[in-house]
Nanobody
Framework: QVQLVESGGGLVQTGGSLRLSCAAS????????MGWFRQAPGEERDLVAG????????YYADSVKGRFTVSRDNAKNIVYLQMNSLKPEDTAVYYC?????????????????WGQGTQVTVSS
């Protein structure tokens, strides 16, 4: 089992940047593919970025391509989401999630481990 704690959310103006961090503890972090999901009020929780456990492949939703970058430091047990050129539609609670497999999956049902979430609000 792995425990996840997100940090780095906050309020930012349109066009600004934030870096989210997700610290993992428990089982060997490098064994897990990691995903960043977000959920706005009244909407489903969707994958916005993911990274394989071997750091060989990253996934981005079309809505964030070119603006968000996911990375991980397996030595520090942390996964990051660098968010640039933020837009009001990026406003959501952001969650990191882990699955004990190599590959990223887009369904929330494929991730048994979740953090508590961190709020990101982008003002217009």
């Amino acid at each position: 089992q792995v425990q996840l704690v997100e940090s780095g959310g906050g309020l930012v103006q349109t066009g600004g940047s934030l870096r989210l961090s997700c610290a993992a503890s428990g089982r060997t972090f490098s064994n897990y593919a990691m995903g960043w999901f977000r959920q706005a009020p009244g909407e489903e929780r969707d994958l916005v970025a993911g990274i394989t456990r071997g750091v060989t492949y990253t996934y981005y939703a079309d809505s964030v391509k070119g603006r968000f970058t996911v990375s991980r430091d397996n030595a520090k047990n942390i996964v990051y989401l660098q968010m640039n050129s933020l837009k009001p539609e990026d406003t959501a609670v952001y969650y990191c999630a882990a699955r004990s497999d190599t590959y990223v999956r887009t369904s929330i049902n494929d991730y048994p481990y979740w953090g508590q979430g961190t709020q990101v609000t982008v003002s217009s």
